[in-house]
């Protein structure tokens, strides 16, 4: 029984948005259990995949705050 957790930041893939979607968070399900399918021969209905939304403030990269981490590194870090 395979337990993915996928960690995404609390913001949205589009302007004006502020979190990922219902039909994304759809699509990494599926696509995730697919690949435990397709690679480790799991089943779809033993695998459970958790999507857990942080906010952004609660997240940091090269030891910054991962706002501003993005704002020192320009646009390429901002993804």
Avoid at 45 to 74: A, C, K, M, Q
């Amino acid at each position: 029984m395979p337990i993915v957790t996928i960690q995404i930041t609390r913001e949205g893939s589009a302007p004006g948005t502020s979190a990922a979607t219902a039909e994304e968070k759809a699509a990494l399900i599926k696509g995730v259990s697919q690949l435990l399918l397709d690679v480790l021969n799991k089943p779809l209905s033993s695998t459970f995949v958790v999507i857990d939304e942080v906010d952004t403030e609660n997240w940091g990269r090269g030891g910054l705050p991962v706002e501003e981490f993005r704002r020192l590194e320009g646009p390429a870090a901002s993804r």
